[in-house]
């Protein structure tokens, strides 16, 4: 059963900080361009004068390192005492880091299929017949400030926006088979009554890797200014793999993006109610697409605004689903609206989809 955590000390003053620290850096930008055009000529040089970012494989070996680090980090609050407190459901999280021991398969097995499948795209210079021949790195101008932050910023918003239709089919088309390669992932939240542990996000059926992996792959390619600077890139992967992670990890911590920007970011309390509730919050970083179409949860008085959702009628194992999403929502900072009243729910024994 889901409890609503508890207010960490300090949060909300590091949540802050992390937001000034945010608009400190969009101010600079508008203020003292030449200054942020110096910085980001500066990162670009020394990224670009390290001899392995020029090499073939090096964006893909970015994005593993990358999933190994955010999902070590995530899943070694464990090891903090208390660490309950900063927990979706209240309570420890359960057999963490697991990934990285007992159960090693659930990291090297995807980490392994997605570097072959890299290496199998660039043997057949498959990036070269689609998007072209790249530029070297040597004949590059330097990025500025701008360029950089709307690269990135647009690439991770055409990855949730063109993946979202993907996601929903998974859920939404009465077509086994396809529905199927989703499972996978969903296997978590069928068989435990608890928040999910960061390694989570990689296990995927390959199917649904390799569409999430083509989407990445076309972002990757899609620039204002014609190409991607490298920076821009390498920064993409270290955001989504970052954003995917904190997702499924199935914490409510002060700087993560659902606190920082709220309106903007569903962020892990939305994703883990997707999991959980299975039919609703298809976004993986954002929330607009769920919000306009009504993929949401019914509309209801939060925990913190006084009285909680009423469930009478149903029996005991649907009130149990309900108090855990209901507690779940507790600790979104705003509430979710929905035309949608009711909706059936699955058993917790069963996978949700």
Known sequence: MYAVPESVGGGELLTLSMQSIHLAMFGGGLLQPEAMDGMA???????????????????????????????????SLSLVPGNERWRLDGQPALNPLRGFG??????????????????????????????????????????????????????????????????????????????????????????ERVAHNAVETVQNSYLDAGIQVSINILVQNISP??????????????????????AHSGYDLPFMSHRLFPRVFGGAPRHELHHQHGNVYFHQFFMWIDDLAGFTLPAAQHPRGGAALTNAGVDAEDDARDEAEERLLAVMPFPVQTADPARPKPAATKEVL
Request: no cysteine.
């Open 41 to 75: 000529a500066s990162l670009s040089d020394t990224f670009r004068s390290v001899g392995f970012t020029a090499d073939k494989m090096f964006e893909a070996d970015l994005a593993v390192a990358a999933f190994v680090l955010w999902i070590g980090f995530f899943e």
């Open 102 to 191: 007992r159960d090693l398969h659930k990291t090297v097995v995807p980490a392994a299929g997605y570097l072959a499948s890299i290496a199998l795209f660039h043997h057949f210079h498959l990036g070269t017949l689609l998007f072209g021949e790249k530029p070297p790195l040597d004949s590059l101008p330097p990025p500025t400030y701008w360029r950089v932050v709307t690269e990135v910023g647009l690439g991770i918003f055409l990855y949730d926006l063109l993946f979202y239709p993907f996601h929903a089919s998974f859920h939404k088309l009465r077509v086994g088979p396809w529905r199927r390669h989703h499972t996978r992932h969903h296997q978590w939240a069928g068989k």
């Open 225 to 246: 200014w014609g190409y991607k600077d490298p920076l821009s890139r390498a920064l993409h992967n270290l955001m989504v793999t970052y954003l995917l992670t904190e």
